[in-house]
């Protein structure tokens, strides 16, 4: 029996197009991503995260924002 | 202390930002990532490009970092730079091509009003091009030869889709607007006594 860790993917909106971010450590928490990334995406700091989501082998979670929404 | 840590990044040779994100845990394991950005590119896919991310402990990245990234940031340099010279490229194509504008102009007049009556000299500059009104004619009667075949079929809406834009060719918009109208009334019978006939 082969037993296959789920992979964790980010995904995170940007003008409408999806940016997959890769799982920078298998050893970080949802947050600690969120941080992380959120140097490189400032946007991040204040997304919510959904999921994970199972699609196609790979554990998805989204990060959602509302920012840039107004007017 | 001395680094050349600096002097190797300056060897990429890239224009713009490169962020740097460095996270490091308790047990001395470094997680970088690394992405460039250049503020020219207002192209979308210029700054939908992810982060490379590198993991390894303080020893491992130092040996490492610059050998496994010498190659993405090359190639990520090249696309940020044929991404800049197609926008220029595109931005160029737009303002020399008059027809663009014209057309433009006339979709924006078109969703204001179906009615199809602006005037005569958008179109003034097509008229003068004798092998695009031939053109233009041949596709007219080719989308009309279509939707009137649809329409004898039953099928209403393809015939609707078929059926040539009045905005593009204004002068055959009253015989346009008036096919237009007779496919909707069959469509209109034909749903009616589709609906009786499920009843």
Known sequence: MKVNKLQRVFLHKVNGQDIRLTDPNENFTISDVQHFYGGTYPILTNAKITGPEIVNGEAQYRFETTMGTKG | MKTNFFEQISTFAFEGNMLLNIHNDNKGQLTVSVVLRNGEISATAGNTLPPMTIGGTATELDEAFFTELTTPVKQTIGLIHNLETYQKELDKAKNKNPQNIKKAKAA???????????????????????????????????????????????????????????????????VLNKKRREIQTSKETYDKLTQQFND
Request: glycine share 0%.
């Open chain 2, 108 to 174: 924006i007049e078109i969703d204001e009003d179906n009615d199809s009556d602006e005037p005569d000299d958008l179109f003034a500059r097509q008229a003068d091009d004798k092998q695009a009104k031939a053109e233009k004619k041949r596709l007219y009667d080719e989308a009309m030869e279509k939707a009137k075949e649809l329409a004898k079929q039953m099928k209403y809406t393809e015939a609707l889709a078929q059926l040539p834009d009045p905005a593009e060719y204004p002068e055959q918009a009253e």
